[in-house]
């Protein structure tokens, strides 16, 4: 063996501190804050950011889960407001005939023979679609102002003009079926007196003209729901929600009478791209539009509306 010893490089150790020293320098950064630079670990920083992506990305399931939510709310309150429409023209159809029958062609002999058997069906018809009728002119009732202009308007157009006529109908159906089930099949002996006819004539003809002024008002405001509305509401943004029930709440004639009927514009919009967008479709059914334009009322510049009370 050789006798000449090889000592190590002293420098090389110092090379590695160094190293060490740079690794250690370079996992720390520097993020600005509030106009200065704070140091902090670049492995915190790395968590801090995952961790706020991971966040965004439960909060976007989240918003589209509550997204979905809405828009099938929406589609079974339509539904349901459609069929409401529909069993309010069957019963206009169906008061204006009865009306016509009892003052035409009901004689003593004839309801005896034949309408006692359907009176009953036909009282039951009555009642299912003015109960039906009254909870869809619940769903279109909007109170929330106590000042005279705002009045006028909710009685106009705010479901006031088909509860109240729905409301007397319901009690005209409830007197006039005493008369019915004193002519049904069950009696043996049925008693039909004239004042008794009379009495029952002239409900008939009540209970017709309510139903007709219902429907027809109705038919002039079909879309007309508070309830959906509401639940459109949810469509938008938590703060401009909470702006836009302040707004109510307070009664502002100004807002209500500038500032709605001009927000179809961006606000819908803006709402109509995040609902595709979220949903990861490329269009809207046509019908759900119509509502949703209903429910984005309010001003299509939401910092000109003062915050709502904590």
């Known amino acids: 063996r050789s006798g000449n010893i090889v000592y190590p490089n002293m420098n090389y150790f110092d090379d590695i501190g160094l190293d060490v020293k740079e690794n250690e320098q370079t996992k720390d950064i520097y993020v600005e804050q509030r106009k200065s630079f704070r140091r902090t670990r670049r492995q915190v920083l790395e968590s801090a950011l ?15 889960a509550a997204l979905k939510s809405v828009t099938q709310a929406i ?8 069929l409401a429409l529909t069993l309010q023209g069957f019963l206009s159809g169906l008061a204006v005939a009865h009306a016509v029958f009892a003052h035409v062609f009901a004689e003593r002999d004839l309801l005896l023979r034949g309408y006692r058997w359907l009176s009953l069906p036909v009282h039951a018809t009555f009642m299912v679609c003015f109960i039906l009728g ?3 002119a619940v769903d279109r009732l909007v109170c929330y102002s106590t000042t ?34 004193s002519i049904a099949p069950t009696i043996i002996s049925p008693l039909v007196t004239e004042s008794s006819l009379s009495t029952w004539r002239i409900l008939s003809s009540i209970r017709a003209g309510c139903a007709v002024f219902s429907w027809i008002s109705v038919a002039f405001q ?31 004639a100004n ?42 009322t309010l001003s299509s510049h939401p910092t000109d509306l003062p915050s709502p009370p904590p």
Request: aromatic fraction near 8%.
């Open 222 to 252: 079909p879309t007309n729901t508070a309830i959906l509305e509401h639940i459109g509401m949810f469509m938008l943004p938590e703060e401009t929600r909470d702006a836009h029930d302040f707004y109510k709440g307070e009664g502002d």
């Open 50 to 64: 995952r961790q706020a992506s991971d966040d965004r990305e439960a909060q976007g399931m989240l918003e589209t």
């Open 148 to 181: 005279l202009t705002r009045k006028s308007n909710e009685i106009f157009s705010g479901g006031f003009l088909q509860l109240i006529p729905m409301i007397i109908g319901l009690a005209v159906s409830e007197m006039s079926l005493y008369f019915d089930e």
């Open 75 to 82: 589609a079974v309150q339509t539904a349901l407001n459609l």
């Open 255 to 296: 807002l209500a009478d500038t500032k709605i009927p001009k927000v179809f514009g961006e606000v819908f919009d803006q709402v109509t791209r995040n609902m595709m967008s979220r949903m990861g479709v490329s269009s809207i059914p046509s019908d759900m539009s119509v509502f949703l334009k209903n429910a984005a």
């Open 134 to 136: 009254i909870v869809a």
